[in-house]
């Protein structure tokens, strides 16, 4: 594919191109994710999430002043997947205003698209992708939103940073056992406000009450990104947990669970597509559909009549 | 079924175990839903959203005791979906508190379930159908998030009421269309805070210079439900919107829309149950998972693979 192989050479217009393709869920997707294959798997990713104004944006500023420095190149995918209360125009604006923005080895993305149903996990999933194709050492992934989506999208980084502020400590209890599960580091930013050690020691006492599945201990860092304090510990925390994966085969797993969590996705997008062809071609399908329309049967018995006619035409096997 | 047969009898501790059996994605659901199927089509749903702090529960409780003393009966269910920073155990304890509590025909529940992808506005539609079966003239539906899992719920009721607050003017440029077109109802709540007058010409001016694609006018409400102020105005304007909706053979057209959205979702489910089980019957199939897994192969290439096979075997019809 042209597209895939000018960006392969370092361009950053054909990126661009790429990855609003890959949002508009373009049937090319299929095409650029195949081409991009070979390439992947280079780039280590890096989830920051939390609720609103906890400063996840400049948290995500300062780790990527961390990472250029060490000479790695970064991609930043801010993600507003959910809240059709504050827009991607506020985020874009905000990040424009950033420090990386002239750099031309930090390649920043916002996506607000409202997506489509349990889509944008996954289109965020082949953005990152094509920035690991793309040649970034480390991608960034920075979600605004604190949902169901927003969790699912950090399923699929190396390493979680939950950020939390100094005043959460009032709804700490509240929080959920996935959200534990899911955080790799915990991060109580803007550290100087009041309540700030009381919170690092709440979280401590619910990492031993609930320890996490696997070996990890997540470290609870106390920062202030605005004034730059304690972002070079959080980052050195990163390598740790990045090294840990590694050597406990933490890595090759995730990665083997993302690569059929993907096929599988791919396989029932397409399922969807073939059965909805089939349906139209198919008068006795199209009558029960209808039926379906009118309430004249309940959508489950109706489930029921279209099995039997799917599997007396011996689609789907026997 | 007999649990159903309870329930539709008037006992409640029936219909709560029916609504737990939903939430869990019981293997009973399609056989429950099919038992209720028959008496549907009575209640008139009302959709309560808006951002954290709107006073959303407040409206909704207040709402209800306009409804009570029409003396009809109503069903509440409370939604927090998503967001794994405040918990649900928070938002049970804040609506035991409300004074319906103790009124036999208001049943009120919470669901603080995080939901399986995409399941969650399925749930709620099938607990809604259950108040529906049970008798409740009314249904409210609060939900607590922002998110896309709450955009699709609102799809799902008769009527939106989207609550804001003066201080949200801030932002209001930013609002996206999705949430105006679910909008049949605006209220900004805590109207004696200032900045509301100006606000609810914000939304007036938003409203002309996007109309939505059906007739309705969304009115703008100001309204302090802790003061009982507004309330009685904004159920006329409730009452004004199913009226238009049923004349207008919009709320007909909705129902067909969700059934045959039900009938899909169904049917998607059963096919994915259905694929896996062929697949673990077939070792070529097999193999290629395993192909996947390790990352031998790509997965959209896996998925013609796939695809080919499964035409082979004449699955999915030619």
Chains 1, 2 share one sequence.
Do not use: C
């Not at 959920?176 to 919170?199: C, H, Q, S, T």
């Not at 399908?285 to 489930?303: K, N, Q």
Request: charged share 30%.
């Amino acid at each position: 594919m042209e597209l895939v192989e000018k960006m392969l050479g370092g361009a950053q217009r054909p990126l661009s191109r790429l990855i609003t393709l890959v949002e508009r869920e373009s049937p090319e997707v299929p095409e650029i994710m195949k081409a991009v294959y070979p390439y992947l798997g280079k780039a280590y990713t890096i989830g920051v999430t939390g609720p609103p104004g906890a400063g996840k944006s400049t948290l995500a500023d300062k780790i990527t002043t961390v990472v250029r420095n060490k000479g790695l190149s970064v991609g930043i995918i801010a993600v507003d997947p959910t809240s059709p209360f504050t827009g991607g125009a506020v985020l874009g604006d905000r990040i424009r205003m950033q420090q990386h923005y002239l750099d031309p080895q930090v390649f920043i993305r916002s996506m607000a698209s409202r997506g489509s149903r349990g889509g944008l996990p996954m289109t965020t999933r082949n953005v990152m992708k094509l920035l690991d194709a793309f040649g970034k050492d480390i991608v960034i992934v920075e979600t605004v939103g604190v949902g169901q989506t927003e969790l699912d999208i950090m399923e699929t980084v190396d390493t979680t940073i939950v950020t939390l502020v100094p005043e959460a400590g009032d709804t700490i209890q509240t929080m959920k056992a996935g959200l534990m599960e899911i955080a790799d580091i915990f991060v109580v930013n803007k550290a100087d406000r009041p309540g700030a050690d009381k919170l690092v020691v709440e979280l401590q006492t619910m990492m031993m009450l609930s320890p996490r599945s696997d070996d990890w201990q997540s470290p609870i860092l106390a920062t202030q990104a605005l004034n730059d304090v304690g972002i070079t510990e959080l980052y050195e925390e990163v390598e740790k947990h990045e090294e840990f994966l590694k050597s406990s085969g933490e890595l090759l797993h995730k990665r083997e669970q993302q690569r059929k969590e993907e096929f599988i996705r791919a396989v029932e997008q397409r399922l969807r597509k073939r059965l909805s062809r089939l349906m139209k071609d198919d008068d006795k399908l199209m009558a029960l559909w209808a039926e379906v329309e009118r309430g004249d049967i309940d959508p489950y018995s109706a489930l029921e009549v279209m099995e039997d006619e799917a599997v007396s035409r011996g689609w789907l096997g026997k």
